[in-house]
């Protein structure tokens, strides 16, 4: 009965001990600032993936009616599955990952802008559609106006349109491309300054 309280308390003790010594947590405490900026780059590249891949889903229906429809869904496609792939690559501590993300970010810059200019030169370019249109019904005019007036209204508004999209994509897709690019360093550093415990830990608890 003695011997079976003694190895009792002894199975006690060692549950009640601490999986990772003093040395480990403070390896880990050390090593969270680092992780938590590989961490973040993640979140935002499934932000991206997730958001990018929603308007390449919404694109498709209307794609086939034009080329340039099915290139500009087939484009977000390719973006969205690099993003995700980026930030699978992210979460594994792979510094190349953040050149792929930033370079994927300039590339959707130019696919929108090269998109968005393409439009602008259709609109400029071609017939406006009121024309065409009060061709077809003369009768329109009356209740519409001179189709001239109409189709320099719809030129005025497709080049502002197109514009701001432009700046926007300048704007969102640059800065990201930079966010992106400035985490190699980090993730760099992460790796010469981490112990290949706490990385591998990371890694597992990314792939699990």
């Not at 991206?48 to 694109?59: E, K, M, Q, Y």
């Not at 189709?151 to 300048?170: E, K």
Request: with cysteine; hydrophobic share 50%.
């Amino acid at each position: 009965m003695r011997g079976n309280l003694t190895a009792g308390r002894k199975a006690v003790t060692t549950t009640a001990d601490p999986p990772l010594s003093a040395e480990h947590l403070a390896a880990l405490a050390a090593a969270k600032p680092r992780l938590n900026k590989a961490r973040a780059a993640a979140r935002v590249a499934t932000f991206n993936g997730w958001t990018i891949g929603v308007f390449a889903a919404l694109s498709w229906p209307f794609a086939f009616f034009s080329v340039e429809g099915v290139l500009l869904a087939l484009g977000l496609s390719i973006v969205a599955y690099l993003e995700f792939h980026g930030r699978r690559r992210l979460r594994q501590f792979d510094p190349s990952a953040a050149t792929l993300l930033g370079w994927n970010q300039v590339g959707l810059l130019m696919l929108i802008s090269v998109y968005c200019l393409w439009q602008l030169w259709a609109a400029l370019n071609s017939p406006g559609p009121f024309a065409t249109e009060m061709k077809a019904q003369p009768e329109l005019g009356e209740v519409l106006g001179s189709a001239e007036e109409l189709d320099s209204l719809y030129r005025s508004i497709a080049v502002a349109f197109y514009g701001v999209v432009i700046l926007l994509t300048l704007i969102f897709q640059g800065l990201n491309a930079i966010y992106y690019f400035t985490r190699r360093k980090h993730i760099v550093a992460l790796l010469q300054d981490t112990p290949a415990w706490v990385l591998d830990l990371e890694r597992n608890a990314a792939g699990a």
